[in-house]
């Protein structure tokens, strides 16, 4: 009985018990599995084309994921906080409509109303969650009907074309070599690492994911939270729909269709779990980087169409069972 007392005290020098090395063991797991993850795909791709990692293949994929990375980096905020948007796909599609309807007037500066149009698609979702009490997943359910029926309302399903060359030469043409979307991308991503690790918002998302109940105890003011944070993915969004918008030469109604369950795979695939109070920017670039990767290497390795769907989605479960945190979760339902 003493031994064990001994054995227990803080100033024990005995040695870790097997569950504590259990635990450390999943958590390095957890912290390295995007990145061993996106070093597996890329042998495997690699040996399957040996064009995988061409430079003209790569910055094919970093354009082409842009617009991944720009929602995924506002849905990081959401998940970090426990909540979820599945509306981002619908509001990418409102935002380059808007941007369409406005750019022979304002040029370049269409993002401006794009952008509002995003961030008040946000607030919406944002006031729905956090003053009417309505669950997130539910009400961007709802949301996202109606957005997408907004677009389909005023394109009677035709696309509108954008054709202005000033407007497309700034977002989506190439600066030495690297596409302009990727740039923004990066300083976008840049800015969001930041507001997560050196703003009082980042800790107090990460403290609301980590428990609304203890949150509110400590002041944190939820709603007023919860509320920025879905503006932030809703203008994120908004540039995002930019950005396709500028990459397509058309707003059409079923753009940004699927992006919010990729937004997701990316955020979680990154090392966020759906628990919520974790979250890293790095990671979610990673888990971007992933994403993208595992699409443009199954199409170049020959991977028939109707089972990459399947792939992905088992990547994607692997990652939530990886990642999600079992001890928040008293029952699974």
Request: hydrophobic share 55%.
């Amino acid at each position: 009985m003493n031994e064990a007392l001994t054995t227990n005290a803080p100033g024990s020098t005995a040695p870790p018990r097997q569950d504590e090395l259990r635990v450390s063991r999943i958590d390095l797991l957890r912290r390295g599995f995007p990145l061993i993850f996106l070093l597996i795909l890329i042998v495997v791709f690699t040996i399957m084309s040996p064009r995988f990692l061409s430079l003209e293949n790569l910055s094919s994929v970093f354009d082409e994921g842009t617009v991944l990375l720009v929602t995924a980096l506002g849905m990081t905020f959401i998940i970090m906080a426990g909540s979820i948007d599945i509306s981002v796909g619908a509001i990418v599609a409102v935002s380059a409509l808007v941007a369409a309807l406005t750019v022979n007037t304002l040029g370049v500066l269409a993002i401006i109303p794009a952008v509002a149009v995003g961030a008040l698609c946000g607030c919406f979702n944002g006031l729905l969650l956090a003053l009417g009490k309505v669950p997130s997943f539910i009400a961007t359910l709802g949301t996202m009907v109606v957005y997408r029926g907004l677009v389909l309302y005023f394109t009677r399903g035709a696309p509108v074309s954008i054709d202005n060359d000033g407007f497309l030469n700034v977002y989506s043409g190439i600066t030495f070599g690297i596409p302009n979307s990727v740039m923004i991308g990066l300083a976008l991503a840049a800015v969001a690492w930041a507001i997560v690790n050196f703003t009082v918002f980042g800790r107090e998302v990460r403290a609301i994911g980590g428990g609304e109940r203890v949150s509110i105890l400590t002041g944190i003011s939820v709603a007023r939270v919860k509320i920025l944070m879905y503006v932030l993915l809703g203008a994120l969004c908004g540039v995002a729909g930019l950005l396709q918008g500028a990459r397509t030469m058309a707003a059409t109604s079923q753009l940004g269709l699927g992006l919010e369950l990729d937004a997701i795979a990316a955020v979680v695939v990154g090392g966020t779990p759906l628990t919520g109070g974790l979250g890293s920017i790095i990671g979610t670039m990673l888990g971007v980087l992933i994403i993208t990767l595992l699409s443009s290497g199954m199409n170049m390795g020959g991977v028939d169409p109707y089972l990459q769907n399947i792939i992905k989605g088992v990547v994607l479960i692997t990652a939530v069972f990886i990642n999600i945190d079992r001890k928040k979760i008293g029952i699974i339902k």
